[in-house]
C-alpha cells in the first residue's frame, strides 16, 4: 500500500483525497485537520430553518469540475440557481442605492449606453473612460490591476465600480493585486486591440458550460448550504481517514524516500505528502524546505474576514430588496464591503419565512478581526441602518470570523508561484496545493486537486485505473 498524507481537509484536501481514491489502487490516506469538522472556511448555519452561509455562498458553473463532482456524488438534484426573477446588484454610493451598470464584466464597461447614463459617474467621470481609446498600448510586464484600469479608464470607474466589484472576490486591494494573477485577459485585450474596451468586445466566449443549461444559472449552491458539498465527499471517501482535531506540526523528509509527519496524535511515515492548508501554515511545517521557497510561502498576505448574518421579519426591513444585494465602495467611509440579500437572491427549499442578509466585513488595509463579536454586531448594525435604514434587531445573528481566510494575489504572485516550483522539484512526492495559487473560487480548488491527482501517478511511479473504473469525466 502507498501511504499519502493529506494536510487539511477542507475543500481542497477532500477533492484530493477523492480524486487519488478514483484514480489509482492500493492508497491509503490520512486526512489530517486541526477542527472538529471538515469544509474549512466552507460553513452554513440550518438554525431557525434558516441557510446562512459564513463563509463562500454559491460557485460558478461556468467552472464544470465541481459541477461535475458534485453530480459524481449524487448532489445533483440539490443544486440551485439564483433566484431567475432578480438581476444585478446595487453600489451603495452618495448615501443612494444605483444599479451596477449594465456590461460591467471584470471592472470594464463592454456597453457604453449604460455606463454613460449611470449617475455613479460624474461628467468627468465618463469623459476619462475615452482615455481608453487613445492611449497607447502599455507595458506586458505584471502589474497591480488597479493601476491598470485607473490608465485606461480613470479613477472614478475604478473606485465607484471596479474596486468594489473585484475586491470583493479577493477582499484585496485592487492597487495591490497582480493584474496577470487575477485577470490576464484585460492584458491580452489591451495588447491586441490597443483599446481594452475593443478587444474585450472581440474576445471569443468561451465554449459554453453544459451545466449553464442544465441549470439554468451562472451561480449555483445547494439547497441546504455549501456545508453539504465537503460533507458528501467525506462520506464517499473509502480509503481515506479523516483525522480530524490533530493538526500537523511539522514534516520531515525520510532519507531514501517518504516523510514522517507530526500530528498533534503523534508520528506516521508516508510515501507522499500533499499540502493543501495556507502558505503561511505550509512555510512552517516545512522547515526543510530553502530559506527562498519559505521566504516565498512566508510573503503571501492573507486577509481576515468577518460575515454577519442577520434575518428579519420582512415589515421591518424598509427598502425594496429587489436585487441581490449592494457593494460598498470604500471611499463611503462605511467599513461593511457588501451585503447580500440572501432571500432575494435565493430561493431555499423549507425555509422559515424570515429575510436573511449577510453583511461582509474585512479590506486587505484593515485588522477587521481586533474587533470583538459584541464590536462587529455594533458596527454592523450602525451601517445597516445607515444604508438600508433598518433599525430594527434582527430575529436571529450569527457572526463568523475567518482568521487570514483570503490569500493576496499580489504585483509579480505568478513569478514568485514559478520560482517556489522551481524549489519544490528536489521533493517530487511533495505537492503544495491551495487558495494561494491557482484562484480561490470553490471551483478553482477542485480543479486544483484534479490536476494534482493526475500527476500523482507519473510522479509516484503508479499506473491510473482505466477511465471506466474511475467514473471521472
Given at each position: 500500500?502507498t501511504q499519502?498524507?493529506?494536510?487539511g481537509?477542507?475543500?481542497?484536501?477532500?477533492?484530493?483525497?477523492?480524486y487519488?481514491?478514483?484514480?489509482?489502487?492500493?492508497?491509503?490516506?490520512d486526512?489530517?485537520?486541526?477542527?472538529?469538522?471538515?469544509?474549512?472556511w466552507?460553513?452554513t448555519d440550518?438554525?431557525?430553518?434558516?441557510?446562512?452561509?459564513?463563509?463562500?455562498?454559491?460557485?460558478?458553473?461556468?467552472?464544470?469540475d465541481?459541477v461535475?463532482?458534485?453530480?459524481a456524488?449524487?448532489l445533483g438534484?440539490?443544486l440551485?440557481?439564483?433566484?431567475?426573477?432578480?438581476r444585478?446588484?446595487?453600489?451603495?454610493?452618495?448615501?443612494?442605492?444605483?444599479?451596477?451598470?449594465?456590461?460591467?464584466?471584470?471592472?470594464?464597461?463592454t456597453?457604453?449606453?449604460p455606463?454613460?447614463?449611470?449617475?455613479?459617474l460624474?461628467?468627468?467621470?465618463k469623459?476619462?473612460?475615452?482615455?481608453?481609446?487613445v492611449?497607447?498600448?502599455?507595458t506586458?510586464?505584471?502589474?497591480?490591476l488597479?493601476?491598470?484600469?485607473?490608465?485606461r479608464?480613470?479613477?472614478?470607474i475604478?473606485?465607484?465600480l471596479?474596486?468594489?466589484?473585484?475586491?470583493?472576490i479577493?477582499?484585496?486591494?485592487i492597487?495591490q493585486m497582480?493584474?496577470?494573477a487575477?485577470?490576464?485577459?484585460?492584458?491580452?485585450?489591451?495588447?491586441?486591440?490597443?483599446?481594452?474596451?475593443?478587444?474585450?468586445?472581440?474576445?471569443?466566449p468561451?465554449p459554453?458550460?453544459?451545466?449553464l443549461k442544465?441549470?439554468?444559472?451562472?451561480?449555483?449552491t445547494?439547497?441546504?448550504?455549501?456545508?453539504?458539498?465537503?460533507?458528501?465527499?467525506a462520506?464517499?471517501l473509502?480509503h481515506?481517514?479523516?483525522?480530524?482535531n490533530?493538526?500537523?506540526?511539522?514534516v520531515?523528509p525520510i532519507?531514501?524516500?517518504?516523510?514522517?509527519?507530526?500530528?498533534m496524535?503523534?508520528?506516521?511515515?508516508?510515501?507522499?505528502?500533499i499540502?493543501?492548508?495556507p502558505?503561511?501554515?505550509?512555510?512552517?511545517?516545512?522547515?526543510?524546505?530553502?530559506?527562498?521557497?519559505?521566504?516565498?510561502?512566508?510573503?503571501?498576505p492573507?486577509a481576515d474576514?468577518?460575515?454577519?448574518?442577520?434575518?428579519?421579519?420582512?415589515?421591518d426591513?424598509?427598502?425594496?430588496?429587489?436585487?441581490?444585494?449592494?457593494?460598498?465602495?470604500?471611499?463611503?467611509g462605511?467599513?461593511?464591503t457588501?451585503?447580500?440579500w440572501?432571500?432575494?437572491?435565493?430561493?431555499?427549499?423549507?425555509?422559515d419565512?424570515?429575510?436573511?442578509?449577510?453583511?461582509?466585513?474585512?479590506?486587505?488595509?484593515e485588522?477587521?478581526?481586533?474587533l470583538?463579536d459584541?464590536?462587529?454586531?455594533n458596527?454592523?448594525?450602525?451601517?445597516?441602518k445607515?444604508?438600508?435604514?433598518i433599525?430594527?434587531a434582527?430575529?436571529?445573528?450569527?457572526v463568523?470570523?475567518?482568521?487570514?481566510?483570503?490569500?493576496?494575489?499580489?504585483?509579480?504572485h505568478?513569478?514568485?508561484?514559478?520560482?517556489?516550483?522551481q524549489?519544490?522539484?528536489?521533493?517530487?512526492?511533495?505537492?503544495?496545493?491551495?487558495?494561494?495559487?491557482?484562484?480561490?473560487g470553490?471551483?478553482?480548488?477542485v480543479?486544483?486537486?484534479?490536476?494534482?491527482?493526475?500527476?500523482?501517478?507519473?510522479?509516484m511511479?503508479?499506473?491510473p485505473?482505466?477511465?471506466a473504473?474511475q467514473?471521472?469525466q
Amino acid at each position: 500500500m502507498t501511504q499519502v498524507a493529506v494536510v487539511g481537509a477542507g475543500l481542497t484536501g477532500l477533492a484530493a483525497a477523492y480524486y487519488l481514491e478514483q484514480s489509482y489502487d492500493g492508497l491509503e490516506i490520512d486526512l489530517y485537520d486541526p477542527q472538529p469538522h471538515v469544509g474549512g472556511w466552507i460553513r452554513t448555519d440550518t438554525s431557525r430553518n434558516l441557510v446562512i452561509e459564513g463563509g463562500p455562498d454559491s460557485f460558478l458553473a461556468t467552472k464544470p469540475d465541481l459541477v461535475a463532482l458534485c453530480e459524481a456524488l449524487g448532489l445533483g438534484n440539490r443544486l440551485i440557481g439564483t433566484n431567475s426573477q432578480v438581476r444585478g446588484a446595487y453600489i451603495y454610493w452618495n448615501h443612494r442605492f444605483m444599479p451596477i451598470p449594465e456590461g460591467i464584466q471584470t471592472g470594464v464597461p463592454t456597453k457604453a449606453k449604460p455606463v454613460l447614463a449611470s449617475p455613479l459617474l460624474s461628467l468627468t467621470g465618463k469623459v476619462a473612460l475615452a482615455k481608453d481609446f487613445v492611449l497607447p498600448r502599455g507595458t506586458t510586464d505584471d502589474q497591480s490591476l488597479g493601476h491598470f484600469l485607473r490608465r485606461r479608464f480613470g479613477n472614478q470607474i475604478v473606485d465607484r465600480l471596479a474596486a468594489p466589484m473585484l475586491s470583493g472576490i479577493f477582499a484585496g486591494d485592487i492597487d495591490q493585486m497582480s493584474l496577470k494573477a487575477t485577470f490576464p485577459h484585460l492584458l491580452e485585450a489591451e495588447q491586441q486591440a490597443r483599446s481594452v474596451y475593443v478587444g474585450s468586445k472581440r474576445r471569443k466566449p468561451a465554449p459554453p458550460s453544459p451545466y449553464l443549461k442544465r441549470y439554468h444559472s451562472v451561480f449555483l449552491t445547494t439547497d441546504q448550504g455549501l456545508q453539504q458539498i465537503p460533507e458528501a465527499i467525506a462520506q464517499h471517501l473509502k480509503h481515506s481517514h479523516l483525522l480530524l482535531n490533530n493538526g500537523v506540526e511539522k514534516v520531515e523528509p525520510i532519507a531514501g524516500g517518504g516523510f514522517t509527519v507530526y500530528g498533534m496524535q503523534g508520528a506516521k511515515r508516508y510515501d507522499a505528502v500533499i499540502m493543501t492548508t495556507p502558505a503561511f501554515v505550509s512555510a512552517r511545517a516545512l522547515p526543510f524546505l530553502p530559506d527562498a521557497a519559505t521566504n516565498i510561502l512566508q510573503s503571501i498576505p492573507y486577509a481576515d474576514l468577518a460575515v454577519i448574518g442577520a434575518a428579519y421579519h420582512s415589515e421591518d426591513v424598509p427598502m425594496k430588496t429587489d436585487k441581490t444585494g449592494f457593494l460598498v465602495p470604500h471611499q463611503t467611509g462605511l467599513r461593511m464591503t457588501a451585503v447580500t440579500w440572501v432571500s432575494s437572491k435565493w430561493r431555499y427549499p423549507h425555509v422559515d419565512p424570515l429575510f436573511v442578509l449577510r453583511a461582509f466585513y474585512g479590506r486587505a488595509t484593515e485588522n477587521i478581526l481586533t474587533l470583538s463579536d459584541d464590536e462587529l454586531l455594533n458596527l454592523y448594525y450602525d451601517e445597516i441602518k445607515k444604508t438600508m435604514g433598518i433599525s430594527h434587531a434582527a430575529e436571529y445573528q450569527r457572526v463568523f470570523r475567518i482568521p487570514k481566510g483570503m490569500p493576496q494575489y499580489i504585483v509579480g504572485h505568478l513569478d514568485r508561484m514559478q520560482q517556489l516550483h522551481q524549489y519544490l522539484q528536489a521533493w517530487p512526492q511533495l505537492f503544495l496545493l491551495g487558495a494561494f495559487e491557482g484562484g480561490v473560487g470553490m471551483p478553482d480548488r477542485v480543479h486544483q486537486a484534479l490536476v494534482m491527482a493526475q500527476a500523482f501517478g507519473p510522479r509516484m511511479g503508479l499506473e491510473p485505473k482505466s477511465a471506466a473504473e474511475q467514473g471521472l469525466q
